[in-house]
Each structure stands twice: as structure tokens, then as C-alpha cells.
């Protein structure tokens, strides 16, 4: 399997969760790929286990400085830079009326001002390239909304928004730029000291049990699935998308077995 043969990628986030899908699906497919964390020490083992063609470098997606750094690196490691993923991402919870200007900032730096930077970021190199494909992570939570995670949900539709910009400026250089929108995906996200990731799993899972069409999670292989297509050359003619992986969640109200509001 060689869809992406010789191309380069970096993934930010690629330690773990959909981040880590991603950089085994794109190393299957033949590519070379930088993974960028803070969780150096994750992306290492990483590193180990796949072998050839990918390495690992701490990346603070908050920070440009961290930016230039990764893209160098990746540029002078690999020769080129043909794929971004902004996937790195956080998410806090809480009514508005207990949301400090802190939490908030902290979700708005990872979650958006993060995508902005890589953007950004990737200009220069995929343009001296050709052209290539960035893909941002955002989540169903861009396209409709959810109580108790206003700082997250703002920062995914402004991901969805940024998307459509910078697929409008960047197409005369080659580069397309999509949207990744996953449902409910049993990752360690949301995981926190207040709520242990066992009991969170339990939780979206009877959620979705609940309103979704699908009635199950979905896993981080159906997500980098959908990241591989959009990075290789099958998703020649699209730009500025949105691709859902929800489940169904989205597309209506009531899911099966939930109570008909009529």
C-alpha cells in the first residue's frame, strides 16, 4: 500500500488518540512522518516501534518560536513538508457562569490559535513543494453545539471557519485545506482528574447509545482513515470541506430508541 509514498507529514498531537491513529495510517501508506507533542517521551516509543520514516520533536502549538522549529526540522530531516495535520487539541467543561478567563484561554491557544500557527506555518514549505494537503481536526462540536463546553465549541467552529480562509487563499499555491469533524471518539481528551477515562468512555458510550443513528463510538482508525484519504491524491478536488465522522450524530433529531419529540 503506497498512497502516500515519499510524501512527508506532521502530525502535531501524534502521540496518542487520533493523533497516533494518523501517523500509522500515514506510515502504512509509505510516508515519512514528523510527529509533534509535548508527550516526548509518547511520541519516542512511538518512534521505536515504527521504525523507519518517522521521527518525534516536542512541539508547543501555542508558541510560533516551536513552530519554525518542527517545520525546519521536518524540512531538513525529510526534504519536504506535503501534509499537516492540526490535530492537537484540549477541551475543559463547565457551565459559562463557572468558566474562568484562564480555562478559556488555555482551550482557545490549543485549539485555535494552534491551527493558525501550523497553517501559517506551512505555507513556505508546501508552496517551495508544489502544493500539498492540510487537514485540521476539529469536531462535530464546529458544527452544531453542546451545553458546558462553550470555549471548546467556540474554538472548533472558528477551526471549521479558518479552514474555508485559508483553502480560499492557499488554492492558487497548490495546497488544499479540509476539515475533520469527528462525533464521539473514545480517546483521552477529555479524560481529567474529576472524571477517570473509564468512567468517561461509560458515559459517551450510552450518549451515543442514546442519540446517535450509529449507537456506538467511533474509533481513531475510522478517523485517520478519512485523514489518509484527504492527504492523498484521491481527495485531488477537495478543498475548504467539511468531513464528518459522527456517526450520524449530526444529521438529526430523534436517533433511533430516543423519545420522539413529536
Do not use: C
Not at 192 to 217: G, W
Not at 219 to 243: K, P
Not at 246 to 256: E, I, N, R, S, V
Amino acid at each position: 500500500m503506497n498512497r502516500l509514498q515519499d510524501r512527508v507529514a506532521l502530525v502535531s498531537g501524534g502521540a496518542r488518540g487520533i493523533g497516533e491513529a494518523i501517523v500509522r495510517a500515514f506510515h502504512a501508506e509509505g510516508a515519512k512522518v514528523m510527529i509533534g507533542d509535548l508527550r516526548v517521551e509518547q511520541a519516542n516509543a512511538l518512534v521505536d516501534e515504527l521504525g523507519d520514516r518517522v521521527r518525534a520533536v516536542r512541539l508547543d502549538v501555542t508558541d510560533e518560536g516551536s513552530w519554525a522549529e518542527v517545520v525546519g526540522a521536518t524540512v531538513v530531516d525529510f526534504g519536504s513538508l506535503d501534509v499537516l495535520v492540526n490535530n492537537a487539541g484540549v477541551a475543559e467543561g463547565g457551565p459559562i457562569a463557572e468558566t474562568t478567563l484562564d480555562g478559556w484561554q488555555r482551550v482557545i491557544d490549543v485549539n485555535q490559535t494552534g491551527v493558525f500557527l501550523g497553517l501559517r506555518a506551512a505555507i513556505a514549505p508546501m508552496t517551495d513543494s508544489g502544493g500539498g494537503s492540510i487537514i485540521n481536526i476539529s469536531s462535530m462540536d464546529g458544527l452544531v453545539a453542546a451545553p458546558r463546553i462553550i470555549a471548546y465549541v467556540a474554538s472548533k467552529w472558528a477551526v471549521r471557519g479558518m479552514t474555508k480562509v485559508a483553502a480560499m487563499e492557499l488554492a492558487p499555491h497548490g495546497i488544499r485545506v479540509n476539515s475533520i469533524h469527528p462525533g464521539h471518539i473514545l480517546t483521552e481528551l477529555g479524560s481529567s482528574d474529576r472524571v477517570p477515562q473509564a468512567i468517561l468512555d461509560e458515559m459517551i458510550t450510552a450518549h451515543v447509545a442514546r442519540f446517535a443513528p450509529m449507537q456506538r463510538p467511533g474509533t481513531t482508525a475510522e478517523i485517520a482513515s478519512l485523514a489518509l484519504f484527504l492527504a492523498s491524491d484521491e481527495s485531488s478536488y477537495s478543498t475548504g470541506s467539511e468531513f464528518v465522522a459522527d456517526g450520524g450524530f449530526t444529521a438529526g433529531y430523534p436517533a433511533p430508541g430516543s423519545p420522539d419529540p413529536f
